[in-house]
């Protein structure tokens, strides 16, 4: 399982926010770069990046932090928010963005995620970002009624490299992860599925490790990690550890 250490980009800092609600965003680093690099010195092996920003206006928004937080880390970069053509695809990886996450526009046209699959093998994932249930789009501002596992479904035979499931109403809120949707995600599909969304402590971790959760790929974690409830090193020992044994 990989642990996900969460940069949001607004505005080029690092936030976090709650509820995916662009008011109630906390500033943690005004060096998204600096706050990267620091993430790959604790151990992490992939880093987790979204331009929230991006997200709403339907185009990249924090390019310069971006390309700084490339140009100050070697371990590969999943980068989504406002990615909804193929020419943004092409410029990310072509910039050295490992992974790209697709989400309004996986709602809106699934035949550019699967065109996207097809050219690039391996690094598209897309995103599901539910409210209820439900798929959310444009930075979680319109919530669908299309369902999260209903979504995931349609991408079954599209070579998607993963799915990121975020519950909204628990991001941000330290409120643990919805393991119950995330699995039940997981069950549907046998697209790799990345939980996101109110990871909060080393106990969330240690439930992500017992013999239900095996079927997920990852996690994402992201306010834990910034105000010191989630010990990194723990963390990615635990993991270690329970890889091993």
Same mark, same amino acid.
């Given at each position: 399982?990989?642990?996900?250490?969460?940069?949001?980009?607004?505005?080029?800092?690092?936030?976090?926010?709650?509820?995916?609600?662009?008011?109630?965003?906390?500033?943690?680093?005004?060096?998204?770069?600096?706050?990267?690099?620091?993430?790959?010195?604790?151990?992490?092996?992939?880093?987790?990046?979204?331009?929230?920003?991006?997200?709403?206006?339907?185009?990249?928004?924090?390019?310069?932090?971006?390309?700084?937080?490339?140009?100050?880390?070697?371990?590969?970069?999943?980068?989504?928010?406002?990615?909804?053509?193929?020419?943004?695809?092409?410029?990310?990886?072509?910039? /050295?963005?490992?992974?790209?996450?697709? $989400?309004? +526009? %996986?709602?809106?046209?699934? &035949?550019?995620? !699967?065109?996207? #699959?097809?050219?690039?093998?391996?690094?598209?994932?897309?995103?599901?970002?539910?409210?209820?249930?439900?798929?959310?789009?444009?930075?979680?501002?319109?919530?669908?009624?299309?369902?999260?596992?209903?979504? /995931?479904?349609?991408?079954?035979?599209? $070579?998607? +490299? %993963?799915?990121?499931?975020? &519950?909204?109403? !628990?991001?941000? #809120?330290?409120?643990?992860?919805?393991?119950?949707?995330?699995?039940?995600?997981?069950?549907?599909?046998?697209?790799?599925?990345?939980?996101?969304?109110?990871?909060?402590?080393?106990?969330?971790?240690?439930?992500?490790?017992?013999?239900?959760?095996?079927?997920? +790929?990852?996690?994402?974690?992201?306010?834990?990690?910034?105000?010191?409830?989630?010990?990194?090193?723990?963390?990615?020992?635990?993991?270690?550890?329970?890889?091993?044994?």
């Amino acid at each position: 399982m990989i642990l996900y250490p969460a940069i949001d980009l607004k505005e080029g800092r690092c936030v976090r926010l709650v509820h995916g609600d662009m008011e109630r965003a906390t500033i943690f680093n005004d060096d998204p770069a600096a706050q990267a690099a620091a993430f790959e010195r604790q151990g992490f092996s992939y880093l987790h990046v979204v331009d929230l920003d991006g997200a709403f206006a339907g185009k990249p928004m924090n390019a310069k932090a971006v390309d700084a937080i490339l140009e100050a880390v070697t371990m590969p970069v999943q980068l989504g928010g406002g990615v909804r053509d193929m020419r943004t695809v092409e410029g990310w990886l072509g910039k /050295g963005v490992a992974r790209i996450i697709i $989400g309004t +526009a %996986a709602l809106r046209d699934p &035949d550019f995620v !699967r065109e996207a #699959a097809r050219r690039f093998p391996g690094r598209i994932a897309v995103g599901v970002d539910a409210r209820e249930g439900f798929v959310a789009i444009e930075g979680w501002a319109k919530t669908s009624a299309v369902s999260a596992v209903e979504l /995931g479904r349609r991408f079954e035979d599209a $070579g998607v +490299a %993963a799915i990121v499931y975020t &519950d909204i109403m !628990r991001d941000g #809120a330290l409120k643990g992860l919805n393991i119950e949707a995330t699995n039940a995600l997981a069950a549907a599909i046998s697209i790799p599925v990345i939980a996101s969304g109110g990871l909060a402590s080393l106990a969330d971790v240690r439930r992500l490790l017992e013999p239900d959760c095996a079927r997920l +790929a990852g996690a994402i974690t992201g306010r834990a990690l910034y105000d010191g409830r989630l010990d990194a090193k723990e963390a990615l020992a635990m993991i270690r550890a329970a890889e091993a044994a």
